[in-house]
């Protein structure tokens, strides 16, 4: 079973930037697409971007895309959120999450394993 531990959440300021990671154990972390959600209260959770299992192919909604970037070092079981230019409205928690399969995994329910979670406010 894959543990997910997401980490790099904090206070931003508006124009600023931020690394989010999440790091895996527990199976073989090469062998698992990987997804970025995030989470206001009250809502559902938006997806934000995936990865493939070598890191070779990125997909990103038109919503982040230019601004959000993916990574991964299947080396060191980690995968990296990079987010440029953050704004008031990026507030919110931000999960990674794991699957099997790569094509079309935009949804939650397409993913197996969840991280925690880690709280990102961008505020001045």
């Known amino acids: 079973q894959l543990q997910l531990v997401e980490s790099g959440g904090r206070l931003v300021q508006p124009g600023g930037s931020l690394r989010l990671a999440c790091v895996a154990s527990?199976?073989?972390?090469?062998?698992?697409?990987m997804g970025w959600f995030r989470q206001t209260p009250g809502k559902d959770r938006d997806f934000l971007g995936r990865i493939s299992w070598s890191g070779a192919s990125t997909y990103y909604p038109d919503a982040v895309k230019g601004r959000f970037t993916i990574s991964r070092v299947n080396d060191k079981n980690t995968v990296y959120l990079k987010m440029n230019n953050v704004k008031p409205e990026d507030t919110a928690v931000y999960y990674c999450a794991a699957a099997i399969s790569w094509s079309g995994r935009d949804r939650p329910e397409q993913y197996d394993y969840w991280g925690q979670g880690t709280q990102v406010t961008v505020s001045s």
């Open positions: 527990g199976d073989t972390f090469s062998n698992y697409a």
